[in-house]
């Protein structure tokens, strides 16, 4: 039995939400990893956030909201499949990526309200910098004319934007290309006195980052296999790209290379139960047997959504374990296990540079 967690006081979301408002990092819980959160209106917040994780400014951040309509308050379009997806799985692990709005296009759309509702030009010039203010920034999107929205499924979380009034940016709250956290835990470990304040919400459920979905361009790409399965979305809004049939200028995942979410221990996928014959190390076996008996053998979930929930758990265990390797019972190809998949496919990269098998 998981370990039961008193739900966060409300005290704690007003202290936090303070923290927020004056620029501070704040570290909480998602259904997915915890977030390193900052202001995502405030461009020196949200620099706090790249040095904190030693993270490239390359790389974009997803924005944190509590409502449909606080997203489409941040984006320049909002289409028909971003209304029939977020009515479906938000709030959830799925992060939409859009056309930002931009100052210009919020003060023409300004400029041109003014004609029909005779608000005279001081009014209107004050309300559409008060609107200005409510602009995205471009650290937040690395620059980027789009930004990814999320509106996370945990009450800590909705409380904590909405206490704030603010959209947050926050990646997951680790350093850049180590495992992502599961428990406040990891998030000390990893961060420690470098975040202002980290709200514990138990374990995350889902345990792996969101499907991040652009609705950017003429057709959906995918962009990260995440939470919501492709077949999810599909059903929907029918047939969706990956990122690598996507034509070109389709909008690219930066910051998705290959080395992100790694454990430091060497990460080998197997496919039937062979392991390194030397050192001591750790199986995370599904189906297969391994080939040694002298090493430990941990049975994974057979499901792929209690899978994912457990597996960021399982490598940071393995990490303090001092393991010599960790060898992996690759899952099966099937759709409900493409985003375990990719998960593994990167931990395991940085074995294959390291050492062969
Ligand atoms: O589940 C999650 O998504 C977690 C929790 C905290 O919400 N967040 C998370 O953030 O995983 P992060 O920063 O570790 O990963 C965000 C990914 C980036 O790697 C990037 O590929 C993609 O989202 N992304 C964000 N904004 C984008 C944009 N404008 N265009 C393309 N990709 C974007
Ligand atoms: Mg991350």
Redo the contacts with the bound molecule.
Sequence with gaps: MPPTIPPIHPDDIARAAALLRAGRLVAFP?E????LGANALDPEAVARIYAVKRRPAT????V?VASVDMAKSLVADWPEAAALLTKNFWPG?L?L?LPVACVETRAGVKTSDRVGTGVPPVQAEQSSAALSSRTIPPIV?AG?P???L?M?NHPAALALIEAAALPLA???ANRFTEL?PTTADHVRQSLGSEVDLILDGGPCTVGI??T?L?LAGPNPVL??P??ISRQQLEALIGPIATLKDAPAGA??????HARHYSPRTVLYLTQKGEVPEQWQGIYLQLHHAPTRTNITVLQMPQSAAEYAASLYKVLHNADGNNYSWIAVDSPPNTPEWEAVHDRLRRAASKGKERVQL
């Design positions: 998602t997915t990893v915890y977030g790389s974009p951040l997803i944190h692990p992060t990526v999107t980027l789009t930004v990814g999320r996370p926050a990646p997951s992502s980052e969101s991040v652009s962009l990260r995440g939470g909008h690219p995942a930066p910051g998705m």
